[in-house]
Every structure is written in C-alpha cells, then in structure tokens.
C-alpha cells in the first residue's frame, strides 16, 4: 500500500487568478453624475454669462448687492453684484453683472441711472419701485466703441434714445420758470418736453432743447412761433377780463406752447432748427417789426409813473417802447430837463408796404413834425398811475425844427392836459395873491361899523313911532271898525236898501221888456209913427 502511496503522482497545486474589479459600483453613479449636472451648469453659466460694467453714483440708496435688478423696459438685463465706496469718498462703484443678451449695453454712450420714487417737472415717476424697490435703469448707446465704467445719472433722462421725435433750439433772454421736463403744448395738447438748457457763451440768453414726440413734430414749420405758456394770462380789455392757460400745470411748473400765426406753418422745420422763444402768445404771434428808430425827448414835468418798457402808441397803435428816463441840467437855460429816449417801429404804421430807404423816413418824420407831430405824456391807469408816451398830432402847437442829423433825433413835446391845468390854476392862485383882501376887509369892517349904526337908528325910530303914532293909528282903526260893521249891514240881504233896489231892479226889468216889445212893433210897423195903430183909426 506504501509503493500505491508512493507511486502516485503528486497533486497539482491550485492557480490563484486575482478577479479584475473595473467596474465600478453603481453608488458612484450619482456624484458622478452631480458632477457632470454642475459642470454643464457652470459651463451654461459662463456661456451665457455677459459682461462686466462698473457704474458710479453719488449715492448707493436703495441698491443692495445680489439683489437691486438692471432693467431696459422691464426686463432684467443684469444684477447688482457688488458695492463698495471709493478711495476717496466722493462716490461709490457699483458692480453690475450683465446677460449676454445685454452686451449691447458697453457701449460707451450707454445710460445708466437710478429708479426711486420722484416727483419733479415731468410729473411722478417709480412708484412702482414702493412695493419692489429701487432698481437700475438702462437706456443702450449707439457707438461703436465700448467701455466697462459709466458715470450714472442722478436724474432720469426725458427723452431716451428709442423715442421718436425731433429736437428743437430755443433761444431766450432767462429760462423763467422753466426746467427739465416742462411740457410743451400744442392745441393745449402736451406733444413734447423740454430736455436741456444752457446759457449762452456771451451769457446774454439761454438755448433751451425740446422735443417734440412724434407725429406731433410736422406740426413745427419754419413759420411756427413759441412762447412761455408758464402761469396765467390775464386780459383786461373794454370786452371784459379774459383769463388764458394752458393747464394747471404750467401755472405750477411752467410750460412752453407753439403755434403757427393764421395755421401757416410753412414747410416743416429740419432737427436742431432755432427759434425765438416769446414772453407771451401776443408777443410772439404779432407780425414782424421791421427796424427800429431811436428817438430823443425832452420833458419838463415829472416824469412820476413813467418806467422803462412803458408803451409808445399813436392814436392807440402801440409803435414801441421807453428804453430810459433821466435828468440833465440845461446851463443855457438855467433849469433841469427830463431826457425820455424812446424806440419805435415805423413799420408798424405801414404793413405790407416796402421799405423805403432811411433818408426818406427822416424827410417823412420832418413833414409830419411840420404838421404838429409832437409826443405827450399821458395817464394809462389812473389805479396804478402808469404813464405812456403817445404820438399825435397837435395843430396848434407852436412850430418846432428837427435837426435831422442829430443822433438819435430829438422829437419835439407838448405838455399834457392836467399839466396845463395845474398851469392855468397856478396862473389863478397868483392873480388872487394880488387881490387886496386885507383892504377889503378892513373896508368890510367900516361898512359893518356904519350898517350898525343905521340899524341902531332904525330901532330908535320904531320905538318913537311907537310911542307917538300908535295911539292915533288904534283910534284910525276903531273908527275903520265901526265903518265896516255899517257896510255890513247895508249890504246884508234883508236890510232895506238890499230891498229897495230888488223893487228898483224888477221895474227896470218890466220897463226894459215894454221897451223890447215896442221896438220889435216898429219894426214891423214903422208907418205907426205916423199913422198910429191901425186900432185907432177904426175907432
């Protein structure tokens, strides 16, 4: 059994193959995956993650990092992502994260600006930002070149680059009450706002810019005239009180109104066209004044109630204006005279004639001073004591030269009514300064002296007649008594005599009807004076 054991072939030893474990466990799928998620989000992110801009304010109010929205019509286009103070102090520097869709936006000329609640010339703006917050405005450039930093606006812009419109220059001697977003009127119809304004190198006047939104600007012609619209104008006319405005809140915040005189506009006005911006409507509608000339006059009268910009009228057209009073010492003369030098517009006289050259205006002005053109100082308002200068005619001024090459020319002047009737009261006081009234009175006192003693010997007079004539005039009176009662009873009605002649009266009635009777037998009978009654004969 041994040799068996011993014969038998030794056993193979068994092969250790090591199991190959390249798989992976099936938990490692999930932070793989994570990962894949997280690295296809990051790269979505920086793929469409835009462009960094940095933007400085005054003032950080109302902005809060990871929070405050960049917005261009309601539409978030970035977000705040930082926001530190300068070095200096001066400002602070806003981080702003924009979408790729808003890389537009780095263009250099880009807006960028602060939305809060406001209330200025444009009316109330970002309440909705009361409820949600401040937020960032944005209004996109059009340059070519870009830029990562832009200084923001503390105040909204008017008009943003994607309105229509135009915009328009005005010129004016001060800005009044106007300021950035006053409305601009057409037809009392608010069509546009102002947006700048400057004052002018020479600092005589301002430039003010509005625009006009579209359609509303082919209503600017070359004709079309503007005019401060501001507060309420006030008419006092013989037709009554007329009161214009243009809304409520121009009387608040000023305004400016357009329109063309007679709707002829012209053709339409190009962008950046000047105009002229008037004081008022009346003003600026009031046709072309043609040149002016200067005029010199001489007063000798107070020139109390006259101011510069007092009115220079002709029979009620308004020619011009006062420029400036003053006082200057004749020594010629030996007394004070009140220089008034006023300008005038000739043409105002004569629309739609042409203009004649300057010499023939001075030989008209010298045929007309010929003619009894003078100036007078008259009262406009007898309220407030306003005087004007009016030009007329006078024919029985005494006659005056015009030096015509004098500069300015001095116009001749008359006195005004009241001046010559404090002349004429003047010349009254001092004729009865000559009246003796101290003579006159002491002659008064003497003749008073002599009526006082007639009057004592008048009363001396009555009592004598009454004491000597009164008892003779009592028995005259007695005796008239007695007369009277003896008449009375002789007229009364049964006293004898009244008797007597009623008897006398009714024999002279029948004796007068006998006498009638007799007289219409004659005239039937006129031969009976010679033959006596027919009865007679018979008998």
């Keep these: 059994m041994s040799d068996d054991v011993d014969n038998k072939p030794p056993l193979a030893q068994p092969r250790v193959v090591r199991r190959r474990n390249w798989l992976p466990s099936l938990i490692w799928l999930i932070p793989i995956v994570a990962a894949l998620v997280g690295i296809a989000l990051v790269a979505r992110i920086l793929i469409d993650r835009g462009p960094e801009v940095v933007l400085t304010f005054k003032s950080a109010e109302g902005l809060e990092a990871n929070k405050t929205a960049v917005k261009y019509k309601d539409v978030q286009i970035g977000t705040v992502q930082s926001i530190r103070l300068a070095n200096d102090r001066s400002h602070v520097r806003v981080l702003v994260q924009l979408t790729k869709e808003a890389k537009s936006f780095t263009a250099q000329d880009t807006r960028f600006w602060v939305v809060r609640p406001r209330l200025d010339t444009s009316g109330i703006s970002g309440l909705g930002t009361l409820l949600s917050g401040a937020y960032i405005g944005a209004d996109a450039g059009s340059s070519e070149e870009t830029s990562g930093e832009f200084t923001g606006l503390e105040v909204p812009p008017i008009v943003t680059r994607d309105a229509s419109g135009r915009q328009f220059l005005l010129r004016a001697r001060d800005i009044g009450s106007l300021d ?10 608010k069509v ?29 012609g070359v004709n079309t005239r503007f005019w401060h619209a501001s507060g309420v104008d006030v008419n006092l006319s013989a037709n009554g009180v007329k009161l ?16 063309a005189p007679e709707d002829v506009m012209g053709p339409a ?10 004081e008022d409507e009346a003003t600026a509608m009031k046709a072309p004044d043609g040149p002016s000339q200067t005029l010199l006059l001489y007063f000798n009268q107070s020139l109390r109630g006259l101011s510069p910009g007092a009115t220079v009228d002709f029979r009620g057209v308004e020619l011009g204006e006062v420029k400036s009073i003053g006082v200057e010492f004749d020594r010629q003369e030996r007394e004070f005279r009140m220089p008034v030098l006023i300008q005038v517009y000739p043409d105002r ?18 045929f007309l001073v010929d003619k009894g053109l003078r100036a007078q100082l008259r009262t406009g308002n007898l309220l407030t004591g306003q005087n004007y200068v009016a030009l007329d005619f006078f024919p029985k001024a005494p006659p005056a030269k015009v030096d015509l090459t004098q500069n300015p020319i001095e116009l001749p002047t008359v006195a005004n009514s009241l001046d010559e009737i404090q002349a004429q009261v003047g010349d009254i006081a001092r004729k009865l300064n000559k009246v003796p009234f101290e003579e006159i009175g002491q002659d008064l006192r003497k003749a008073m002296a002599t009526l006082n003693k ?33 008449a009375e009873k002789t007229l009364a009605d049964d006293s004898p005599l009244q008797t007597d002649m009623r008897q006398t009266l009714q024999e002279v009635t029948r004796a007068a009807s006998s006498l009638r009777i007799l007289t ?16 007679d004969k018979k008998k």
């Design 454 to 486: 007639t009057l004592v010997s008048a009363e001396q007079l009555a009592n004598s007649l009454k004491n000597d004539v009164s008892p003779e005039m009592t028995a005259a009176m007695k005796d008239v008594r007695k007369t009277l009662n003896s």
């Design 349 to 366: 006289l004569r629309r739609g004639e042409s203009n004649e050259p300057r010499h023939t205006q001075l030989e008209r002005l010298k």
């Design 244 to 259: 214009r405005t243009q809304s409520l809140a121009t009387i608040l915040l000023g305004g400016i109104a357009f329109q």
């Design 520 to 535: 219409d037998y004659l005239e039937q009978h006129p031969e009976s004076l010679i033959r006596g009654k027919p009865e």
């Design 192 to 220: 546009g706002q102002i947006v700048a304004y400057e004052l002018d190198g020479d600092g005589r006047g301002v430039t003010l810019r509005a625009f006009i939104n579209a359609p509303y600007e082919k209503f600017v």
């Design 269 to 278: 006005a190009q962008e950046n066209t000047a105009f002229a911006l008037a």
């Design 180 to 189: 950035f977003g006053s409305p601009v009127y057409f037809r009392r119809i």
